[in-house]
């Protein structure tokens, strides 16, 4: 069975800071490519970011130079630190993975700034 568990999420006002966590089970981690994705009150789920197997990383632009997609190979987790969030990263976030052509996700983690 493969899972994804992400958490971390939580109220925080604008400017200040937050790291989503993602821990998997069930794939090979290491060869894994991850993301995140996140679904705003009304809207569409949207990719934030991904992450290799090398390490390469994308960012939609809304993000870049703000948050930071990274992985621990040994702990078979994939973080998002977010900083300087503002009132439009407000949403529920979700790690993805696609695994033997099986698309996965977390349950999701709420995150929430606040004014």
């Known amino acids: 069975q493969v899972y994804l568990v992400d958490s971390g999420g939580g109220l925080v006002q604008a400017g200040g800071s937050l790291r989503l966590s993602c821990r998997t089970s069930g794939i090979n981690f290491k060869i894994a490519r991850m993301g995140w994705y996140r679904q705003a009150p009304g809207k569409q789920r949207v990719l934030v970011a991904t992450i290799a197997n090398d390490g390469t990383t994308n960012y939609t632009d809304s993000v870049k130079g703000r948050f930071t997609i990274s992985r621990d190979n040994a702990r078979n987790t994939v973080y998002l630190q977010m900083n300087s969030l503002i009132l439009a990263d407000t949403a529920d976030y979700y790690c993805?993975?696609?695994?033997?052509?099986?698309?996965?996700w977390g349950r999701g983690t709420q995150v929430t700034v606040s004014s």
């Open positions: 993805q993975t696609t695994w033997q052509s099986i698309p996965y």
